[in-house]
């Protein structure tokens, strides 16, 4: 059972996605921040939490904690260094079934902050251009609640069947169908890449760098290629003689775009907030009688 809801927790992702071009057309956004456009990354992982209420008596928050959620919220920030939308662990991968597997593609081989050991991370090939705007739900609210209740239960009924495999949602799901429509274009592309990359990792760079560079004649905006490309750069596309196949994942540049993210959120809270004008206070006099 565990391999069909993992390969759901991953389909549904791809359908959240369908909701961040609703904000395309909104004309407040539109008309405060010009081709103002939402993106969405998510990073995968599977493993132990620990759920529960931390804080004080004066502030608690409900949470999770463990180094597996760590581990997802760093795949998470790192989807903007790859240029991706979805980051999924290595230990997740395991788990998924190999219709689910052949829709993934391998981009790199690293280490996180807080573990010594390499994990392989892996995206899924989306074109989220094929989406049509997200259309608005007139139902009351009562209506839309009990209609997300019974979908959830036919996904929760669906999950007890024998039978059932979550990699049928990528052949039954419109939304996600088109989000998957890319990948019968990336044929030669995905077998570049994947030339590139074992050179990579065996520390063959020059040879690395030339079906990388050819992969970037496929898909001039593919970011994974970009983003290895750059870490050869800085090594002058030479190996070094320890290189073991793997590399740290740096945080500098996910602490950035983490620092320049709030700061386009604070901005965004300021610019979107009604300004409240200011009534001037009657000043109240006094008199003796």
């Not at 999770?64 to 581990?71: A, D, F, R, T």
């Not at 920030?77 to 993934?104: E, M, N, P, R, W």
């Not at 050991?117 to 739900?137: C, E, F, M, R, W």
């Not at 063959?204 to 079906?211: D, F, I, L, P, T």
């Amino acid at each position: 059972k565990q391999k069909t809801a993992y390969e759901i927790s991953a389909c549904l992702v791809g359908s959240e996605m369908c909701i961040r071009d609703r904000y395309q057309e909104n004309k407040e956004l539109n008309n405060r921040l010009p081709n103002y456009r939402v993106k969405m990354g998510f990073g995968l992982h599977v493993g132990w939490a620990i759920e529960g209420a931390i804080g004080s008596q004066y502030k608690i928050d409900a949470s999770y904690l463990s180094p597996n959620v760590n581990m997802a919220s760093r795949l998470e920030a790192a989807t903007k260094q790859y240029g991706v939308l979805l980051l999924i662990s290595d230990s997740l991968y395991q788990y998924f079934s190999a219709a689910a597997k052949q829709k993934c593609r391998c981009i790199d081989y690293v280490t996180v902050k807080g573990s010594i050991q390499p994990i392989k991370l892996y995206t899924v090939d989306l074109d989220t251009s094929n989406l049509g705007l997200a259309k608005v739900s007139t139902k009351p609210e009562n209506k839309r609640k009990k209609i997300k209740q019974i979908k959830k239960q036919e996904l929760d009924q669906a999950l007890l069947e024998e039978n059932f495999m979550a990699n049928c949602l990528f052949d039954e799901d419109k939304e996600l169908k088109r989000l998957l429509e890319c990948q019968q274009e990336l044929g030669d592309f995905k077998e570049t890449f994947n030339k590139g990359f074992e050179n990579y990792t065996s520390g063959n760079w020059a040879e690395s760098k030339r079906h990388l560079e050819t992969c970037l004649n496929y898909v001039p905006n593919d970011g994974p290629s970009k983003t290895i490309l750059n870490y050869l750069k800085g090594k002058d596309f030479v190996s070094p003689p320890d290189w073991k196949g793997f590399r740290e994942l740096s945080e500098k540049q996910i602490r950035k775009v983490i620092i320049l993210l709030r700061v386009f959120v604070s901005m965004f809270m300021l610019l979107t907030s009604p300004q409240k004008k200011k009534k001037k206070k009657k000043k109240k006099y006094s008199a003796l009688i």
